[in-house]
């Protein structure tokens, strides 16, 4: 059985980088049926797919936060990573860690974590 | 990019059907995932590929889609079925998923 476990700072100061990393358990990160995503939910708000990645450490973002994010792989711990740089308030958000099928649905989701901007 | 529209919230009563539906131009013609999402917990797939189940979901729920416009339905709706319900799409055109607003079930 598959799990996700997000981890990482719950409170970031505005401008500085956000950082998470997901760890799975009972999988590993090589499969080639899947890419791995991050998608984050603002308080009281619906999802947004932030971006996805690929064990080779081919990624993809989503344009609108293209810029100022970099999801990386380390399949030796088998874990990804997602770093968000310049965050503002409005990146407060609930961050999930899923597993993506391939070109299709987020079949396993971690529990997610909280990260809240503020100074 | 892909536009996927749902109704903010419905409403039903016990043993009713509630029935959720997703918009977006001819969606019929891509594959659609509906998500459930408790409070305070993370989403989970109930429908996947229009209308199949995964293992452990009710066949309460269901799904279908066609045209411009994706249905998922709740069978002999149950207060634990109270949740956030998400539709999701993968764009081809941008390589990416795309998910709906959320529509919110409230069993009354």
């Known amino acids: 059985q598959l799990q996700l476990q997000e981890s990482g700072p719950g409170l970031v100061k505005p401008s500085e980088t956000l950082s998470l990393t997901c760890s799975l358990s009972?999988?590993?990160?090589?499969?080639?049926?899947?890419?791995w995503g991050w998608i984050r939910q603002p308080p009281g708000k619906g999802l947004e797919w932030i971006g996805s990645i690929y064990y080779s450490g081919s990624a993809s973002y989503n344009p609108s936060l293209r810029t100022r994010v970099t999801i990386s792989v380390d399949t030796s711990k088998n874990h990804f990573s997602l770093r968000l740089n310049s965050v503002t308030t409005a990146d407060t958000a609930v961050y999930y860690c899923?597993?993506?099928?391939?070109?299709?649905?987020?079949?396993?989701w971690g529990q997610g974590t909280l990260v809240t901007v503020s100074s | 990019s892909y536009v996927l529209t749902q109704a903010p919230s419905v409403s039903v009563t016990p043993g009713k059907t509630a029935t959720f539906t997703c918009g977006g131009n001819?969606?019929?013609?891509?594959?659609v995932h509906w998500y459930q999402q408790k409070p305070g917990q993370a989403p989970v797939l109930v429908i996947y590929y229009d209308g199949d189940r995964p293992s452990g979901i009710p066949e309460r729920f269901s799904g279908s889609n066609s045209g411009n416009t994706a249905t998922l339905t709740i069978s002999r709706v149950e207060v634990g079925d109270e949740a956030d319900y998400y539709c999701q799409v993968w764009d081809s055109s941008s390589d990416s998923p795309v998910f709906g607003g959320g529509t919110k079930l409230t069993v009354l």
């Open positions: 009972g999988g590993s990160i090589s499969s080639t049926h899947y890419f």
């Open positions: 899923a597993r993506l099928r391939v070109g299709a649905l987020f079949d396993d």
């Open positions: 001819n969606i019929g013609s891509k594959s």
